[in-house]
């Protein structure tokens, strides 16, 4: 079974940066497709980054331009680099395929302060 495990979320000022990492217990070139998702308090958990074996990513419109996402084949870790961080950030960011085939992680918890 594959299992996932992301980190390095945190408490973060507005306007700051961090970089979250996803480490898979498997090889992640099996999916093609491979994604971060946020669920904000309160809200259901919702697709925000994807990007492909080819390296072809892919944005909602509400962190373009402010987060990029990258995978590391080679070490089964996908990344998602988040700079100018906003209140509206804040809530637990999970990783897995586009569409989600593996059993969920636990999340990092990201905490934007204003």
């Known amino acids: 079974q594959v299992q996932l495990v992301e980190s390095g979320g945190g408490l973060v000022q507005a306007g700051g940066s961090l970089r979250l990492s996803c480490a898979a217990s498997?090889?992640?070139?099996?999916?093609?497709?491979m994604a971060w998702y946020h669920q904000a308090p309160g809200k259901r958990r919702e697709l925000v980054a994807h990007?492909?074996?080819?390296?072809?990513?892919n944005y909602v419109d509400s962190i373009k331009g402010r987060f990029a996402i990258s995978r590391d084949n080679a070490k089964n870790t996908v990344y998602l680099h988040m700079n100018n961080l906003k209140a509206e950030d804040t809530g637990v960011y999970y990783c897995?395929?586009?569409?989600?085939?593996?059993?969920w992680g636990p999340g990092t918890q990201v905490i934007v302060s204003s």
């Open positions: 897995n395929s586009a569409p989600s085939s593996a059993a």
């Open positions: 498997v090889n992640i070139f099996r999916f093609q497709v």
């Open positions: 990007i492909t074996n080819g390296g072809f990513t």
